[in-house]
């Protein structure tokens, strides 16, 4: 089955610990994004990677990391988490980007930050 | 940069009504318009996408029309059903383009029994 899969789903954490979310897709896919959502601002990007060993910054990647070490896993990381930074965080892949290929998004992090 | 605006933010209909979704783009090179549709805990899926070659698309109860000349675009859903309410987003990316898809910030749809 096609998945996108993140962990935690669920995480409160407090300011300054650091904390990385996975992502990890089991369809080969060479494009892989983060979103977050917040209300009445929809799905924003933090950061994208075309393929392994390249990422870009998306529209709001302040305060966040990630790497692309291998094809199937996208980790976002937030070194020094900040309040403003709680959110519902979407991972997503797709086998090109947006090329009229469907983008899969994962079930989503809940990220609180106190 | 692409902005894509989304209207309305909430709409509320009869089950067996018609919904109309409208969301209008900025960037001409934009030729690729998905809309997803996202349910209650759970992350957002496709239901209907269209390229900038086509003026519509339908799929079932589904369809979406695209006015390049005006920049804008419609999700259509036809005799609505309970299952129906969610949260839908439009998007919109340029194929091939390095930047991922920009989205409106999503239409709360309710249907009333």
């Known amino acids: 089955e096609a998945q996108v899969t993140q962990n935690p789903r669920y995480l409160i954490t407090v300011t300054g610990k650091k904390l990385t979310v996975t992502c990890s897709q089991n369809m080969n896919h060479e494009y892989m994004s983060w979103y977050r959502q917040d209300p009445g601002l929809g799905l924003r990007q933090i950061y994208y990677?075309?393929?392994?060993?390249?990422?870009d910054k998306g529209d709001v990647p302040e305060g966040y990391k990630v790497s692309r070490k291998e094809k199937r896993n996208f980790p976002l990381i937030l070194e020094s988490p900040s309040p403003n930074q709680t959110s519902l965080y979407f991972c997503a892949s797709s086998r090109v980007h947006s090329d009229g290929n469907t983008i899969y998004f994962g079930e989503g992090s809940w990220l609180t930050v106190v | 940069g692409e902005n894509v605006e989304q209207h309305p933010s909430t709409l509320s209909v009869q089950e067996g009504d018609s919904a109309v979704i409208k969301c209008t783009y900025s960037?001409?090179?934009?030729?690729?318009f998905p809309w997803y549709k996202q349910e209650l805990g759970k992350g957002p899926q496709l239901i209907i996408d269209?390229?900038?070659?086509?003026g519509e698309k339908k799929d079932q109860r589904i369809a979406v029309t695209l006015n390049k000349t005006a920049k804008h675009f419609s999700l259509h859903i036809t005799e609505t059903q309970p299952e129906d309410s969610a949260v839908y987003f439009c998007?919109?990316?340029?194929?091939?383009?390095?930047?991922?898809?920009?989205f409106g910030k999503g239409t709360h749809l309710i249907i009333q029994p």
């Open positions: 998007a919109a990316s340029m194929v091939g383009g390095a930047d991922g898809l920009t």
């Open positions: 960037d001409s090179a934009s030729n690729y």
């Open positions: 269209i390229r900038s070659n086509v």
């Open positions: 990677s075309m393929n392994v060993e390249v990422t």
